[in-house]
């Protein structure tokens, strides 16, 4: 059975840390490169990190060098360390397999969690 669950987010001032993550069933993050995700009103989802099974990893511009996505094997969850956050920030975040699961063709994602930065 597909499960993603993502846990985490809130409020937050500018400059805060919060750290996010993310329960994903066994078959799916055994085999699959995992990512997170970040849904901003008007835009498309955007993904900001992702990490190998073999701990390599990517972060678009916006967020290199503030955020840290990690993948604990024992616990089947990817977490996503946050720093010095921004009101840019703000926003739904979902983590999913890169790409997206698909279920009869339909990307299937959890509920995410909310993260907002403002002051």
């Known amino acids: 059975q597909v499960q993603l669950v993502e846990s985490g987010g809130g409020w937050v001032q500018p400059g805060g840390s919060l750290r996010l993550s993310c329960a994903a069933s066994?078959?799916?993050?055994?085999?699959?490169?995992m990512a997170w995700y970040r849904q901003v009103p008007l835009k498309a989802r955007e993904m900001i990190a992702r990490?190998?099974?073999?701990?390599?990893?990517y972060y678009v511009d916006s967020v290199k060098g503030r955020f840290t996505i990690s993948r604990d094997a024992a616990k089947n969850s990817v977490d996503l360390q946050m720093n010095n956050l921004k009101t840019e920030d703000t926003g739904v975040y979902f983590c999913?397999?890169?790409?997206?699961?698909?279920?009869?063709?339909?990307?299937?994602w959890g509920r995410g969690t909310q993260v907002t930065v403002s002051s």
């Open positions: 999913n397999t890169v790409p997206a699961i698909l279920i009869a063709s339909q990307k299937y």
């Open positions: 066994d078959d799916i993050f055994r085999t699959s490169t």
């Open positions: 990490i190998t099974t073999g701990a390599i990893r």
